[in-house]
């Protein structure tokens, strides 16, 4: 069974003719259905990528002095897919990364609260965490109920603002809950009081078109390498309003005395090939599909899956494994697992590991409020067999497993 396969409603043939299931290259017995993690590569961005390092290996002297140009001009493509000015727009490596650039960056006092939420990025909480220990401040943490609608969402998070805060951190997708949360009405509540807020969107690239229409947020992240199919270490900053020039990249380089975005273009000698080739992934996409299409499809499939795994664990418990997550989203979802399964993070991280390992499936599994989750994303390479079989061969072992965790 391949791993990375074009699917056959969306799919005709690359733009040369060949076979659409040539489009990715791994093609092994296990099934990837976890697209929301690490993305998928598609060759032609692979093999753009691979010309570019040659180049570079070839004539460093030639290749560094020019890479801010480039990196540039990358830039002003990725930020016309996002629908945002170029001007706001830096590349950082992740999403991550670029939340430790407004970390490091943003000017703070004394004392200074930030507000996360339940749901956040444990990486990005904890650089937030990191930032209030640096100025003997603290974090507060918003608890969102799954299901919380977006009116329930916002008061909840409004609710732990105070006039100590100094910042407030969200999720426009929330990665361990698959759900939106209600980002554009955040920020402008936050706006009107002063404060700034940085909205993580690290899923968001690819899944919905135009992400920071009607957002006016000081920071955006958003990573291109998950849904948008680009070489993975390609992520966008956009940063608007007079904080932006407070931003400096976490490696000081020759590009230091430039405005935001241009000081982010020089990093020295890091390999950038990634931002190079993103266009490559983000174009074929386009030219292949059409990203309107693309996102129709997963959406649809994402339906299809969710009602037959959650069908498949009902079938084996007699209970109701749809989850109400409130604000869903169009290829990201949830399905409850069944009790003594991913009942923490760690416990989640270690059931992923065994189901690659014994059962060749590349899956996400989560955690939250002590209730394991199995967390499907979808992308055009992926067909309802994929899910099928996860559904047939998957889920009666994993009630096994689940069976055993709770007897022991």
């Known amino acids: 069974m391949s791993t990375i396969r074009a699917t056959a409603p969306l799919a005709l043939s690359l733009p040369d003719g060949r076979p659409a299931a040539a ?27 691979n010309a570019l390092r040659a180049e570079m290996d070839a004539a460093p002297v030639a290749w560094f002095p020019a890479l801010p140009d480039r990196v540039k001009e990358a830039r002003l493509a990725i930020a016309d897919f996002l629908g945002v000015d170029p001007g706001i727009t830096a590349l950082v490596p992740n999403a991550s990364g670029g939340a430790s ?44 109920p799954l299901n919380a609608t ?33 980002v554009q009405s955040i920020a402008a509540e936050a706006r009107l009081r002063g404060i700034p807020t940085l909205v993580d969107g690290a899923h ?25 199919c680009a070489p993975r270490g390609t992520a966008a900053l956009v940063a608007q309003g007079p904080l932006a020039e407070e931003l400096y990249p976490l490696i000081d380089s020759w590009g230091a005395p430039f405005p935001f975005p ?23 996409i386009e030219e292949t ?10 959406t649809e499939l994402a339906d299809y899956a969710e009602h037959t795994i959650a069908d498949a664990f009902g079938a084996l418990t007699g209970e109701d494994h749809r989850v109400d997550v409130g604000m869903p989203v169009n290829g990201l979802r949830l399905v ?70 709770t007897r022991a």
């Open 289 to 298: 599909w059409g990203w309107d299409a693309a996102r129709s499809y997963l």
């Open 262 to 284: 241009d000081r982010f273009d020089s990093q020295g000698t890091l390999d950038q090939t990634s931002y190079l080739a993103a266009p490559t992934a983000l174009d074929f």
């Open 150 to 182: 977006a009116a329930e969402a916002h008061d909840a998070i409004m609710a732990e603002v105070t006039d100590a805060t100094g910042l407030i951190v969200i999720d426009q997708i929330t990665s361990p809950t698959a759900r939106l949360l209600p």
């Open 204 to 228: 968001v690239p690819g899944l919905y078109d135009r992400p920071l229409d009607g957002l006016d947020c000081d920071f955006w992240l958003g990573n291109l390498h998950k849904f948008g």
């Open 101 to 144: 650039v407004v970390f490091t960056s943003l000017p703070v006092r004394e004392g200074v609260e930030i507000v996360v939420t339940d749901h956040g990025y444990g990486a990005v909480t904890m650089g937030a965490e990191r930032l209030a220990r640096r100025w003997n401040g603290t974090v507060r943490t918003a608890h969102v």
């Open 336 to 405: 409850r697992l069944p009790a003594g399964l991913a009942e923490t993070h760690d416990d989640a991280n270690a059931l992923r590991d065994r189901v690659i390992a014994e059962l060749g499936v590349e899956g996400a599994f989560t955690s939250f409020e002590g209730i394991g989750y199995y967390r499907l994303s979808t992308h055009v390479y992926n067909t309802a067999a994929d899910f099928d079989y996860f559904a047939l061969h998957c889920v009666p072992v994993l009630g096994e497993w689940a069976r055993a965790a």
């Open 23 to 49: 489009a990715w290259t791994l093609d092994t017995d296990s099934i990837h259905i976890n697209h929301g993690s690490f993305g998928a590569v598609p060759l032609v961005a692979q093999l753009h990528q």
